[in-house]
């Protein structure tokens, strides 16, 4: 059964730093997504992305945050300056169509650890 | 009126008992209704889904309730056992490409 999956599982770095987070969305996928939980809350919503642009941002994706989908399979967030609250789990979920339309399926996460 | 409110925070449930977890939503305009479920470390697992168009789903001892005048909606998981115990998360969507997510319900379901 295809899955998403995502690297590293768990990424360590110090306040200011750049990181990038990467994600292998479902073969046939055409909407990718990235959520956050910060330990023990609610999975937030931080970014969508279809045709190559982003559809719809919340308000904590700021200037520092940013989507790229570089290859025909890869999709990355990067955070440029990364601060301590940044630190949480990073979940990346991939549609074949929007969110109302077909099931999102989520990645197993990577956990952001900013010292 | 983007957030859904989700109860109880914790739920424990004896093995062969019927578990019960409870979303609310505002936004009228939300017409897709999913369940996720997550085991520790994991990411979240679509369980169940819904659209306002019907009042119920079953898949095998997972059932979702949905009433829409209350703008409520329920899961039940019948003959809960203890490989149920995870943390459920209802979530909403309309016509956009996020869903939004309820705070969670820890569910400990004891032999």
């Known amino acids: 059964e295809p899955e998403v999956t995502q690297t590293p599982s768990h990424q360590v770095t110090q306040m200011g730093q750049e990181v990038i987070l990467r994600c292998v969305p479902i073969?046939?996928?055409?909407?990718f997504y990235w959520y956050r939980q910060i330990l023990g809350q609610k999975v937030e919503f931080l970014v969508s992305?279809?045709?190559?642009?982003?559809?719809?941002k919340s308000e904590i994706f700021d200037d520092q945050f940013s989507v790229e989908r570089p290859d025909g399979s890869n999709f990355t967030l990067k955070i440029r300056s990364t601060k301590l609250e940044d630190s949480a789990m990073y979940f990346c979920?991939?549609?074949?169509?929007?969110?109302?339309?077909?099931?999102?399926?989520f990645g197993p996460g990577t956990r952001l650890t900013v010292t | 009126q983007q957030q859904v409110k989700q109860s109880p925070q914790s739920l424990i449930v004896q093995k062969g008992g019927i578990s019960i977890i409870n979303c609310a939503y505002e936004?009228?305009?939300?017409?897709?209704f999913p369940w996720y479920q997550q085991f520790p470390g994991k990411g979240p697992a679509l369980l169940i889904a819904?659209?306002?168009?019907?009042s119920e789903k079953k898949e095998g001892r997972f059932t979702i309730s949905f009433n829409k005048s209350a703008k409520q909606f329920s899961l039940h998981i019948m003959d809960s056992q203890p490989g149920d115990s995870a943390t459920y998360f209802c979530?909403?969507?309309?016509?956009?490409?996020?869903?939004?997510f309820g705070t969670g319900t820890r569910l400990q379901v004891f032999p």
């Open positions: 073969s046939n996928h055409l909407y």
């Open positions: 819904i659209r306002p168009d019907v």
């Open positions: 979920a991939s549609s074949r169509q929007g969110a109302n339309l077909y099931e999102q399926y």
């Open positions: 979530a909403a969507s309309e016509d956009t490409d996020k869903l939004i």
């Open positions: 992305f279809y045709n190559n642009e982003i559809s719809e």
């Open positions: 936004n009228t305009a939300f017409d897709y």
